[in-house]
Every structure is written in structure tokens, then in C-alpha cells.
């Protein structure tokens, strides 16, 4: 009987396989057709208490990507039918990309005819219909759910009904508004509209008005356009903000116990002149031998336990977003302003690095503890460069007391700074810009960020600092989360070097891609008509840094071991960072906090959060940079050529970093056409170049604010 059994199970002699999803998998295979859920659970003998597990097996899969879930309820193999599940990301242009959930595999190109009904941000499975040389090809098959169910826009009133126009460029509908859906919005006000429901392909969704933003000429209103439009978390739980209410307003007596009191040492902060939160103090001192460098960084983690409802709002953000006229934080502002900033006159706790040097800025010792500080000035990078560089007599007077430590700090600055040279990290000289903003919050100008020995202070600190974290946790082997930056891709490199070898430039690929190559490349660049041009296009060849608990070294910085520590009231690894330091820096033994695999989806998470939370504040950069302008029409201004296209080429105007297209069609003197290897345009009859780096003077043509179009034509 039981042999007979067995047979009818399909069960080998000896102790079954646990259950497991590749166990299902397996048993989906073998079966050669899509399957009913109960077909799955009963082919993969699960013993009765694990039915359920099962089922939740089979739903992760499916979420996975690895089985799609059929018209009729059955589950098929995805790649056994030629279907790929994943997100579909579509293009303004109207083509799209569906990306595999199993985060394997290539992307699936989608032409716009094979969209079928589905946009930008739904959830669908895609058939393969083509593979070829320039990759996969398909049409959607069906949406799973929809990605998009809020959509930020502007208010166009109708008699009976109005429309909103999505904001976001890859959406090509307007939702219908029934007149009593509307909210009492204006015409033209900008509105976060909730979708009711997806008609069938070709036809608009419906849906109605949840939130009057207001006017699109306001700049909060052109902050929360981009909140909205991006996602980005910007409410707090109630039990995230009950939390934080519950926290004691100042530091108590009893916080302070088993702590280095670091109070009457002079530490100092130096910010920009907007910065609330303080996440930083240094202080340096002078020796016969070489320097000491105290920084306290905000001990945050002693008041957001793993796990608690602030510490689950902030890995949600993984970063605060930085806007011109505001912030969203990280974590609320009980702390990230208030209890966690480093306020002059404040006693605060902290985590605190100290590093002594010698004369060379070699690190000879380190250690690290808990501490009670006081900030005791709190000066801007303006402030500090005014002292150190313009000799300001009045400022001097004021901080009498802090100026010697200042100009140690400066001369520490200084040697740090050649240390890293000396072993190869790469210091792109590229300008930035900075929005300034008038009295009444608006928009008064555009100019070139400030770079000064005051910001050099404190990016040289705050490297050595996450150098020295980084160095204690991987010598005592414990499982951290690094920030790593791999070099680039050898045949992006090889590009560089036939552009520039094009440029007229004695460069030549080297064997193995070191930073010190790259500096030696800027180096020979620098003051020649050529240094533009090398510095933007070896930016371009650089992958970006990521967050991982794998260390693979910094090539950027030339560091082998680098990861973040010094900002963790903004930055969610570094929170996580000062949680393993504080539970092993006075431990002989390790005390890993993290498991690798969970420090691994951490930082894949961070570093998907600040992607995006760097997309958000450019897109509101590039936002206020177009309505600037849209007065501008028939102005010239001087600029560089930084980009060549085959329709034509972007020029940045010199001192004010707006950028525009100048299209081919506006240049009325030729045609021309695009040599790809040396990055120019060139006249088929004139033989007249427009080539990367070039200084250009162009007319602002004409401005599209609703579609952030800059458009410039050659003078």
C-alpha cells in the first residue's frame, strides 16, 4: 500500500525535499503547463501545517517575476512562456522599457503600438516577441496593477467637466474631472488628483481633485509639484511623530552618564548660511608633532531605537531632499532640528572621532567614543572664508577666541588635501550653481557656487572621519555598510581617450584604470583650452557611488575602505553606521548589529532613495532655472557648448549654469551632421565645427515653462 503511494505521489524513496520555492519551481517545470494554485500545492506535498507557506511562496514568486499568474487563475513559468514581469518605465517620446522584477535578465523594449493601454509606472507582464542584435523586443500582455494612482497637474475648468494635465511628461492622458470633483479649484491651479478609474485603451481615466496646491507661479507650490510628482515620503506616521514628541527637549542629566564630556572644548560648526541641521563640530589642536582632530558627530541612534516608528520613517526616505526655498527631512523636526543639532551654547550628545596626525596629515592614532559636547560658534563657510581669506577686521574681533584654531584647521585642511593627492583622488574642477533667494522667498538670481578653504575644511574632515570608522569596523571584521565607487568601464574609458586623443592631447589608455590616471588626465588639462571639455567627459565615464555591505574601495577618493558616518540626522547608512560603532568600539570581541544580507538590502535601498531624492532636487533646479528665463526672450548670452546630439547640442551660459538646446534646424548656414568619436558637429559645405567645450554666443529663442524647454540660437 505504501509502495503504491509512493508511486502516485511521485515521491522518491528516502526523506522528501523540504518545501521550499525552488522546490514549486521545480515541481512547475516537470509539470510542462501552467497550473491551478491547488495543482501547485498538491504536486509539491507540503505536509498540512505548511499549505499556507506554500501559498505565500507561490505569491512571492510571482512578485518576483519568476511565475506570472494567467487569465483563468493559472500559474505559468515566465521564462518558459517568453514572459517577463517587471515595471514599465515610458519614455516622452512614447516608446517604453519594462525592467524584470527578478532583477535579471534584459530590459524589454516596448514600441509605442505595444503598450497596449499601459503607462509610465505600471506593473505588467510583457511578452518577448523579438531578440536580436540590439536587444529584446515586446508587447504588454496585461497590467497587473496599476503604478500610478495620484498624479500632481494643472486644473483646466470645463462647463461639465474638467481635465488635469499631468505634470509628468511620460503620462499621455488627461483625467477627467466630473464638476462635482473639482474641490473649488481655479483655472490654471496646480492640483494632486486621485484616478478613479482606467477606461479601455484610448480613452482618458477619471478621477477627482484631493488637494489645491495653488498658484504654478509660487515656488512652494513648485516644491510640492515635485514632492508629489517624485513620491517622495513627506508626511510622518503618527506614531512616527508621537515618538519624537515624546522625547525630552533637552539632553538629560542621566544621557550623559559613561560619556567623554567634551564641553569646555571649543568645538565649532561651519554650515551654509540656510542649514538647520547641524549634524557636525570639529575642533583642531596644534601640536610639536602634527595635529589632533576632534569631530563630534550627532549621536542620533541614542534617540531613534532599530525598529522604532521614527527609525522606520527615516529608512522609508533614506535621505532628506535638499530644495532651494525648504527641506523634506529625513527625520521630524524635533530631532533633526532641535534635540539631534549641534546649537551653539547646547549641551547635545554625540559620537566623537579623534585623529592625531603628523605634520604630513598621516593618521597615527585614533579612537573613538561617546560624548557630551556644546557647540560653541556656529559660523557659515562664508563667515570662515571671510576670516581665513579676506582677513575680515570685524569678524576677526568677534571670534578672537576661535581664530587660532581656525587657521590650524585650515593648515590640517591643507596637508589632508595633498595627502589624497599624492595618492591619486580625483578632484573634478567643474562649477556649480546655487540659486539665491530674495527676502520673500523668490528667485533672485542664479550664480556660481561658492568653493572656498571653508568647505575644504570640512570635506576634509568629514573623509578622514568616514575613513577612520571605516578602517576600525573592517580591521575587526565586523559587517558594515560601505560606500563604495567602482572604476569605470573600460570601453567608456577607451572613448574618453580617442576623444581627447582628438582634442590634439599626448593620452593613451593605460593597462590598468587607476585614479592616479584620471588625475594625471585633469592635471595635463588644467588651464588649457581643453580643460572643460577632459573634465566633463571623464565625469560621464565614472559609475556612481553606491551603498553596499560589500567593500570594494572608493575609486574616486583613491580610499580602499570608505563609507559614511558623519551626517546621520540626513543620510540613513550613516545611522546605521553609528549604530555597529557604538556597539563595538570599546568591545575586544565583535558585535556584528547586521547580518550581511541585511545590510546588502539596505543599502540597495539607500542608494535607490538617493537617486531619487538627487533627481528631485535637480528637477526643481532645472524648474526654477526655466522660469527665470521665460522673461528673457531675444537676450545674448556667452556659453559653452556641453553637450552634441544628432538634432543638435546643449550650451550652459557662463555665470549663470543655465542650460539650453541650440537646435539644428535654427542654423540656417548648412547642414550638418554628427561626428560621434570627436563629439562635434561639422558643416557638410562650410566645414564650420561646433564642438564640446566651445565658447558660443546664443539668443534666447524661445521658453517652454510647462515642459522646461530652454530653446537658444547661435549669434
Not at 381 to 393: A, N, Q, S
Not at 398 to 403: A, G, V
Not at 444 to 467: C, D, G, K, L, T
Not at 530 to 551: D, G, I, K, P
Amino acid at each position: 500500500m505504501s509502495e503504491k503511494r509512493t508511486s502516485r505521489s511521485g515521491r522518491k524513496s528516502g526523506k522528501p525535499s523540504p518545501l521550499s520555492p525552488e522546490r514549486i519551481l521545480t515541481v512547475m517545470r516537470n509539470a510542462g503547463r501552467p497550473l491551478y494554485l491547488r495543482e501547485i500545492i498538491h504536486l509539491s506535498h507540503p505536509r498540512p501545517e505548511e499549505k499556507n507557506k506554500a501559498r505565500a511562496m507561490v505569491a512571492s514568486l510571482v512578485r518576483k517575476g519568476v511565475l506570472v499568474l494567467l487569465k483563468g487563475n493559472r500559474y505559468g513559468v515566465a521564462d518558459l512562456m517568453k514572459l517577463v514581469t517587471g515595471r514599465l518605465s515610458v519614455h516622452p517620446d512614447g516608446f517604453g522599457f519594462v525592467r524584470p522584477d527578478a532583477g535579471n535578465g534584459h530590459d524589454v523594449f516596448i514600441p509605442a503600438r505595444g503598450l497596449k493601454g499601459a503607462v509610465h509606472g505600471d506593473h505588467v507582464v510583457a511578452r518577448v516577441e523579438k531578440t536580436g542584435r540590439k536587444g529584446v523586443e515586446g508587447s504588454i500582455l496585461r497590467v497587473l496593477e496599476r503604478g500610478v494612482k495620484q498624479v500632481v497637474g494643472t486644473l483646466h475648468r470645463g462647463k461639465s467637466v474638467s481635465t488635469v494635465l499631468p505634470e509628468e511628461n511620460r503620462l499621455f492622458y488627461e483625467i477627467m474631472i466630473p464638476d462635482r470633483y473639482t474641490a473649488k479649484a481655479g483655472n490654471g491651479q496646480v492640483v494632486l488628483a486621485e484616478i478613479k478609474s482606467f477606461p479601455s485603451e484610448g480613452r482618458n481615466p477619471e478621477g477627482r481633485i484631493i488637494e489645491v496646491l495653488g498658484d504654478p507661479d509660487d515656488m512652494g507650490v513648485q516644491t510640492k509639484i515635485v514632492i508629489h510628482k517624485r513620491g517622495l515620503p513627506h508626511i510622518f506616521p503618527p506614531e512616527a511623530l508621537a515618538q519624537a514628541e515624546a522625547l525630552p527637549r533637552d539632553v538629560m542629566p542621566e544621557d550623559t552618564r559613561d560619556r567623554k564630556d567634551l564641553r569646555d572644548i571649543p568645538l565649532v560648526t561651519i554650515d551654509g548660511e540656510r542649514a538647520r541641521d547641524f549634524d557636525d563640530a570639529v575642533f583642531v589642536n596644534k601640536t610639536r608633532t602634527g595635529f589632533v582632530l576632534t569631530v563630534a558627530i550627532a549621536d542620533v541612534s541614542h534617540y531613534v531605537p532599530d525598529g522604532s516608528p521614527v527609525d522606520q520613517a527615516g529608512l522609508e526616505r533614506g535621505t532628506s531632499v535638499y530644495f532651494p526655498n525648504s527641506v523634506v527631512p529625513m527625520l521630524p523636526e524635533t530631532l533633526s532640528d532641535h534635540l539631534c543639532s549641534l546649537i551653539p551654547g547646547e549641551d547635545r550628545l554625540a559620537i566623537a572621532v579623534s585623529i592625531s596626525f603628523d605634520r604630513e596629515a598621516n593618521v597615527r592614532r585614533t579612537s573613538f567614543f561617546k560624548a557630551v559636547i556644546r557647540s560653541h560658534c556656529r559660523f557659515t563657510y562664508k563667515e570662515v572664508r571671510c576670516i581665513l581669506v579676506d582677513r575680515d577686521r570685524d569678524l576677526i574681533a568677534k571670534n578672537r577666541k576661535h581664530i587660532k584654531h581656525l587657521e590650524w584647521m585650515a593648515e590640517l585642511a591643507r596637508a589632508l588635501s595633498k595627502r589624497r593627492c599624492r595618492r591619486g583622488s580625483i578632484d573634478f574642477d567643474l562649477p556649480e550653481s546655487e540659486i539665491v533667494l530674495g527676502i520673500r522667498g523668490n528667485l533672485e538670481e542664479i550664480v556660481r557656487r561658492e568653493r572656498s578653504i571653508a568647505h575644504r575644511i570640512i570635506e576634509e574632515f568629514m573623509i578622514a572621519a568616514n575613513e577612520a570608522v571605516a578602517l576600525f569596523l573592517t580591521k575587526k571584521e565586523i559587517p558594515a555598510i560601505y560606500r563604495v565607487h567602482e572604476p569605470p568601464d573600460r570601453d567608456k574609458v577607451k572613448e574618453f581617450v580617442d576623444f581627447v586623443q582628438s582634442l590634439g592631447m599626448d593620452i593613451k589608455l593605460p593597462g590598468k584604470i587607476s585614479p592616479k590616471w584620471c588625475q594625471k588626465v585633469l592635471k595635463e588639462a588644467s588651464g588649457k583650452p581643453q580643460e572643460f571639455m577632459v573634465n566633463t567627459v571623464l565625469l560621464r565615464t565614472m559609475q556612481q557611488a553606491v551603498y553596499s555591505s560589500e567593500n570594494t574601495g572608493h575609486f574616486g577618493l583613491a580610499s580602499p575602505t570608505y563609507l559614511h558616518f558623519t551626517s546621520p540626522i540626513r543620510r540613513y547608512p550613516d545611522l546605521i553606521v553609528h549604530r555597529i560603532l557604538k556597539a563595538n568600539m570599546k568591545r575586544p570581541r565583535r558585535r556584528p548589529v547586521y547580518t550581511e544580507e541585511q545590510l546588502e538590502t539596505l543599502g540597495r535601498h539607500c542608494s535607490v532613495r538617493e537617486r531619487e531624492a538627487m533627481e528631485a532636487e535637480r528637477e526643481m533646479f532645472d524648474r526654477l532655472k526655466v522660469r527665470f528665463m521665460a522673461d528673457k526672450i531675444g537676450e545674448v548670452y556667452e556659453g559653452i557648448i556641453s553637450g552634441v546630439i544628432s538634432f543638435g547640442f546643449f550650451v550652459e551660459l557662463k555665470d549663470m549654469f543655465i542650460s539650453g538646446v541650440v537646435r539644428l534646424v535654427d542654423i540656417v548656414d548648412d547642414y550638418y551632421t554628427l561626428d560621434q568619436d570627436r563629439q562635434c558637429l561639422v558643416g557638410q559645405r562650410t566645414h564650420r565645427i561646433f564642438r564640446l567645450g566651445q565658447t558660443v554666443n546664443v539668443r534666447v529663442k524661445a521658453v517652454n515653462v510647462a515642459r522646461m524647454h530652454i530653446n537658444f540660437e547661435v549669434v
